[in-house]
């Protein structure tokens, strides 16, 4: 891998990875679907920017629908609900379980698509169910029902990522990435637009927790897609795709860095057995087209 091509990938896990420690941080400020909903829109402006000047705007239009669902699976609902979990548990333990998103993917490609479940997957799947239990298990001490809700919900959240790579895949084929990008995002802002109405926004929006905000709808969202973009391009998807190991580790560096979170034995094991089962898992598809759309999808943090 290209040297250049290797710090695009550190930086977009590092982008990735600090979208929980944002969201750990600007959420008791605005609540849950507030904070999506500004994450989504003002990525949303950029991206339509940038995409305006890429991709034919019927594009977009003609798609309407689909990107409503995927706006909805990719982000919609698994922002809000990383969000709303991020009240109960850290940045860290969000981190870490949004790792079994490969794990949910290849579930629902079994069953939507008919592929069949390797034996890596199986055994990846497997293996990453061991690190949710043992990442669970550290948390016993304190397991009340908003940190079992919370858990659940990064879980639901994953299931998302995974549910919508597999919709992309089947639906979405020959479409631009930055149509899916830009769409889905802008999509994902009317979904969550009506809700606005009946959410509290806690406060107060200091100009850190308006820092935090900008810095996870521009750099861990658009800025990101950008990157991820560049790098199907120059190395491929599969290689692109190398960022789902680095992203808990980022996730749970910032958490330490920047929030105070500490690293328990528990964290260290269960989020160990999760990259390594994810790691399995995707030893099963080596050599993917780089136009596969499921891997643009499956990675929007």
């Not at 055994?123 to 948390?139: D, E, K």
């Not at 919370?150 to 998302?160: G, N, Q, R, Y």
């Not at 780089?290 to 999808?297: G, M, R, V």
């Amino acid at each position: 891998m290209p040297f250049r091509s290797f710090l695009l990938l550190a930086t977009l896990a590092a982008l990735w990875g600090g979208s929980f420690a944002f969201m750990r941080y600007a959420v008791p400020a605005l609540g849950p679907v507030p904070l999506a909903f500004a994450r989504v829109s003002l990525a949303a402006v950029v991206l339509l920017a940038i995409a305006l000047a890429r991709v034919p705007a019927r594009d977009i239009r003609a798609r309407w629908r689909d990107l409503l669902v995927i706006g909805t699976l990719n982000s919609a609902l698994p922002f809000s609900l990383f969000c709303f979990a991020e009240q109960y548990v850290t940045a860290s333990t969000a981190a870490i379980l949004n790792a079994t998103s490969p794990f949910f993917g290849a579930a629902a490609a079994a069953i939507w698509l008919a592929e069949p479940l390797s034996t890596n997957k199986l055994g990846g799947m497997f293996v990453g169910f061991a690190g949710v239990v043992v990442l669970v298990g550290g948390h016993l001490d304190s397991l009340s029902r908003p940190v079992v809700l919370a858990i659940a919900a990064c879980l639901v959240a994953s299931l998302c990522y995974g549910l919508g790579g597999v919709y992309v895949k089947r639906r979405m084929q020959g479409v631009s990435s930055m149509a899916l990008a830009c769409g889905s995002q802008l999509a994902a802002a009317i979904v969550l637009a009506p809700a606005l109405p009946f959410t509290v926004v806690p406060g107060p929006i200091t100009p850190l927790v308006a820092a935090n905000v900008v810095a996870l709808a521009l750099g861990s969202t658009a800025v990101a897609y950008l990157i991820y973009f560049k790098l199907i391009a120059d190395i491929g998807p599969s290689r692109a795709l190398t960022v789902t190991f680095l992203i808990p580790l980022f996730g749970v560096a910032w958490g330490v860095i920047f929030l105070g979170e500490a690293v328990t034995p528990e964290m260290a094991g269960g989020g160990a057995l999760i990259v390594a089962g994810t790691a399995l898992a995707l030893r099963a598809h080596p050599t993917r087209s780089a136009a596969d759309p499921s891997i643009c999808s499956r990675n929007s943090r």
